[in-house]
């Protein structure tokens, strides 16, 4: 079982609507949690972290972090095509950050 | 704030050079620096965990002699790879830690990246 589990994608999404993402983690100690976004051929820049359970909103994205079942989602309202890119959800578990493989968002106009 | 450069973005090298690649926090002190390769529709792999003054944590798999990373100060860390074959290109990326007002210690921060080019 992988640490950190995403679905690969390419998950396709028309503008306007609603990406959900969602990911998985093996480690009930894992402290602190990361969304990502990778653009083709750069570098990840952070969307979000979020530490407690519940959700946390930050402008169209929101993550959701629920520690009892071991999952953590990003939603993103209102889907531009800007918005397509890889998406990785990061875990600190016990110091250590485990990446997923990512999801690929298509926004499709 | 929390902004990582990388140095230099691009290289093309010839093949049993080596070739060192910069990465600074410019705005905050990284008390730890992590070093990734990332080829061509793949996911991140960690190559190794630096923390600054000393040695590198290499992750299984990478030959610590052949990727020499150097955590010196606070801002800088540098990557060499020594004596690079073809195989050796990729998309190098560093990223960091640290402590710097507001700023989460546990946050990694990326830097833009170096794309290495072995011919």
């Known amino acids: 079982q992988k640490e950190v589990e995403q679905n690969s994608g390419p998950l396709s999404v028309p503008e306007g609507a609603i990406a959900s993402l969602n990911c998985t983690y093996s480690d009930r100690v894992s402290q602190s949690f990361f969304w990502y976004r990778q653009y083709s051929g750069k570098s990840p820049e952070l969307i979000m972290s979020i530490y407690s359970n519940g959700d946390k909103e930050d402008g169209r994205f929101t993550a959701q972090l629920n520690k009892a079942s071991q999952y953590v989602s990003l939603l993103i309202r209102d889907s531009q095509p800007s918005d397509s890119a890889t998406y990785l959800c990061?875990?600190?578990?016990?110091?250590?950050?485990?990446f997923g493989a990512g999801t690929q968002v298509v926004v499709t106009p | 704030g929390a902004v990582v450069s990388q140095h230099p973005s691009r290289v093309i090298c010839k093949s049993g050079t080596s070739v060192k690649i910069e990465c600074r926090s410019l705005d905050f002190q990284a008390t730890t620096m992590f070093w990734y390769r990332q080829f061509p529709k793949q996911s991140l792999m960690l190559m190794a965990t630096s923390n600054e003054g000393s040695k590198a944590t290499y992750e299984q798999g990478v030959e610590k002699d052949k990727f020499l990373i150097n955590h010196a100060s606070l801002t800088l860390s540098t990557l060499t790879v020594t004596s690079a074959h073809p195989e050796d290109s990729s998309f190098y990326i560093c990223?960091?830690?640290?402590?710097?007002?507001?700023?989460?210690?546990?946050?990694?921060?990326f830097g833009p990246g170096t794309r290495l080019t072995v011919l």
């Open positions: 990223s960091a830690t640290g402590l710097a007002g507001g700023l989460s210690t546990d946050t990694q921060y």
């Open positions: 990061a875990v600190n578990r016990r110091g250590k950050f485990q």
